[in-house]
């Protein structure tokens, strides 16, 4: 304990000596928590890359993420410091899969979910996170949106528009795993607690659920709600965070863990401020053309 103490407090005197923040998604082990500046969404982590003054950008969570940070901070020297941190569904999506997608819905604007490389952004005419992508998706000047690539979120979207939505191909294989099943056995021993559902659950799963939202979302829900305890049906790592905020609540998981989210520890943190390891690279030309369709995502619910 006292030996994670000391790695932690190392961490904390380079990241002042390189002049560097630590941005941490809400899925990332307790102990990143506790060395990070932010920890947040995906829209409040992109929000404070762009707002970041920093020469050097640490980033906990994997690859689309970081490269957000990059697009949106050019700048700035960005790390991944789990460089074999990808999430899967961000390959869910290929550039032929858009150009042909384009071809055969020529008048549709494209939207593509942060959760894709930094070339299906360029090849986008909006982003969108699983907190703003019902906006984003109504702000689209067409009446034809491809939504890139979760089905299960495009699906989600649907529901609140009038809008034809083409869906991608791609899904998210830890809350896609996520069944009403599993949320029913829960509710069987909690039978009082809300369940909340992440967007990028199955639809059947949303159908039960009490309320769908962000994973800083669920935060404010479980704040404000006034029940005592939660179900909550997202990553596991999501129960730490509403621990570490609402300690008198209780919340249960029906969701899985995310593999690619649990690479980053504080070794690696430490290895990237000390040696550079795990630096984000993107050509100039992707970082300019994937920046507009970030910009205009964060103009909109920025
Ligand atoms: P949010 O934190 O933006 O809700 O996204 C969840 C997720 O799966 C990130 O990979
Ligand atoms: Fe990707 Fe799903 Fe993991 Fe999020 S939880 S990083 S969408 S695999």
């Known amino acids: 304990d006292s030996e994670i103490q000391c790695l932690k407090e190392e961490i904390v005197s380079l990241k002042a000596e390189h002049n560097a923040i630590i941005l941490a998604?809400?899925?990332?082990?307790?102990?990143i928590y506790d060395i990070a500046d932010r920890i947040g969404d995906s829209l409040e982590l992109s929000l404070a890359a762009c707002d970041a003054r920093a020469e050097c950008i640490i980033f906990c969570g994997v690859d689309f993420m970081a490269e957000t940070a990059k697009i949106l901070s050019p700048d700035a020297n960005v790390y991944l410091p789990a460089e074999e941190a990808h999430c899967p569904m961000a390959r869910m999506v290929s550039e032929s899969d858009i150009f042909s997608l384009k071809e055969?819905?020529?008048?549709?604007?494209?939207v593509s979910y942060v959760n894709t490389s930094a070339s299906t952004k360029a090849l986008s005419d909006i982003c969108c996170t699983s907190a703003n992508a019902i906006e984003i998706v109504r702000s689209c000047a067409s009446d034809q949106v491809i939504f890139l690539p979760d089905q299960n979120l495009a699906s989600y979207v649907q529901r609140f528009s009038d809008k034809l939505i083409i869906p991608g191909r791609g899904n998210c294989c830890v809350h896609d795993r996520i069944t009403p099943i599993m949320v029913d056995n829960m509710r069987a021993f909690h039978r009082k607690a809300p369940f909340i559902a992440h967007p990028e659950c199955r639809p059947e799963v949303i159908n039960i659920a009490d309320a769908v939202c962000s994973t800083s979302g669920m935060i404010a829900y479980c704040q404000d709600h006034p029940a005592e305890a939660f179900i909550i049906g997202t990553e596991n790592g999501m129960i730490e965070r509403l621990k570490r905020d609402i300690p008198e609540k209780r919340f249960y998981a029906v969701g899985g863990i995310c593999t690619p989210m649990k690479l980053t520890t504080l070794d690696a943190v430490k290895d990237s401020l000390l040696s550079g390891a795990g630096?984000?690279?993107?050509?100039?030309?992707?970082?300019?053309?994937?920046?507009?369709?970030?910009?205009?995502?964060?103009?909109?619910?920025?």
């Open 279 to 302: 630096e984000v690279t993107l050509e100039k030309s992707l970082i300019d053309t994937a920046r507009g369709p970030l910009e205009r995502m964060l103009q909109i619910s920025g």
């Open 25 to 31: 998604h809400n899925y990332q082990r307790p102990e």
């Open 104 to 110: 055969q819905y020529p008048d549709a604007d494209v």
